[in-house]
């Protein structure tokens, strides 16, 4: 008796199903995980997932030994123990370590990298990882979620390097009082932004360049080895940030040279020309809400892309920065109100 007949006769009408459909099926789901439990099923499942071209990985936060202890149910005198002799002969011996690491980017050290789960995967074409959060050093990322704490959100694209960012900030996100003078506004567009303000642009400006360089060496060993993927997409669980690379941009990080302007945790971030709106309180009419030091920011590369910021490339970069968002209206809103008002400024950083 044939496969054919053998799949005909069966009591599972799910071997009835053709290869192409099955297939089809797994497509939909994406979900890496899912399928790698989904191989173990049966023969035919082992060979028909690996052709699967759209994938998404969620890759969790590592967990350590000095977390493992604290949130465990064991008995006092175990804890007692970990913290009288084990906790500081670790903290010694691991404390130049993490302050080199944490130096470079505590975003990259603090998850799994995901080339094993995906090697089950011949023929990725699409790919989209989402990262952890960074715990406590986690800033607010959605809008109009009557956040007082900082909103930051943001969008890298890169190929062998950084090609722009664009970022969107705020102190505080929330609704607006019935009773605001919206007269306010217009004094406080004309508002010149103090030393303090803008040192704080300038942190949240490199904390999102640190993220995103992190985020380009982590897939450059991905794109190494599988030659048949045309885009990438990395978020984080928060929709924070996101980075993303073309077919075009992959090919140039695939032709980069081994160990060129790369470091030991994240990219070399070249260096970069940045222009810069900003309103100390930002009124939203059609959504009535009240962003405080609204920010956005646009950087480019000095060398190959710099000078375009002020021409009409630039305004299409930053208007499709944020199509991914949930948020996506409400942002729109912002960056548009932003890119109207009078205080602009230009900045220049050096490579780091």
Known sequence: MNSSQEILDSDNLFDRLPDDIVLSI???LEDAKSLCLSLSVCKR????IPEIDQIFLSIPRKRTLVRDYETSTTSFFKNLVFRTLIKPVLFISQRNKFRKNKDNDEDYCSYYPPNEVLKSFEEIRLLHLRLPCRGSEKLGSKAGKKNNSTFLKWNAEFGSQLHNCVILGAKSWIEKCENGDSSLESDCESCVINDRELKLRIVWTI?????????????????????????????????QGRLCMNKEQIEELRNLKAN????????????LRMKMWYVKKLELPESGEVLEGATLVVVRPVVGGGDDIDGENGGDLVAEAFGW???????????????????CYTLEMNSF
């Open 26 to 28: 797994f497509s939909k």
């Open 45 to 48: 499942f082992r060979c028909i």
């Open 207 to 239: 904390s999102c360049l640190m993220a995103a360089s992190a985020r380009h060496y982590l897939i450059q060993e991905i794109v190494k080895e599988r030659e048949m993927i045309e885009k990438i997409e990395v978020t984080d669980e928060s929709d």
């Open 260 to 271: 060129d302007s790369i470091f030991e945790y994240r990219s070399r971030v070249p260096a």
């Open 325 to 343: 968002a949930e948020e996506v209206v409400v942002l729109g809103e912002v960056v548009k109100k932003l890119m109207g008002t009078r205080n």
